[in-house]
């Protein structure tokens, strides 16, 4: 039983291991990638504060692997404040466009 256990385990980290060479993640992956929330990384790509792909004939999320890591490396502020500044200073700007 035990021996069985750790073959899946060892199976799951070889699974998790072999999705990060994926070139393009979906939102899931990029969870496992990044560490960041499901809502974290919605919040961050109706911002627009994150690197999404761009074709408008899919719906769901996806992003390129080089682009995420790239901004990773470039220190985004990821804190739970500058998000809601952003958010704030975009519900604003819609505000005073419909005026």
């Known amino acids: 039983m035990n021996e069985q256990k750790n073959v899946v385990d060892l199976l799951q980290d070889i ?5 990060h060479t994926k ?3 979906n939102i899931d ?3 496992k990638y990044t560490g960041l929330s ?3 990384i919605y919040k961050l790509s109706q911002l627009k504060l994150i690197p999404t792909g761009n074709n408008k ?6 992003f390129n692997k080089e682009e995420i890591d790239a ?5 985004p502020n990821l804190s739970d404040e500058f ?4 958010f704030n200073k ?9 005026l």
């Open 83 to 86: 998000l809601e500044q952003q």
């Open 23 to 25: 070139k393009v993640f």
């Open 29 to 31: 992956d990029l969870v």
């Open 15 to 19: 699974k998790g291991l072999l999705s």
């Open 71 to 75: 901004w990773l490396i470039g220190k």
């Open 57 to 62: 004939h899919i719906r769901q999320l996806f």
């Open 90 to 98: 975009q519900l604003s700007q819609n505000r005073n466009s419909g």
């Open 38 to 40: 499901k809502s974290k």
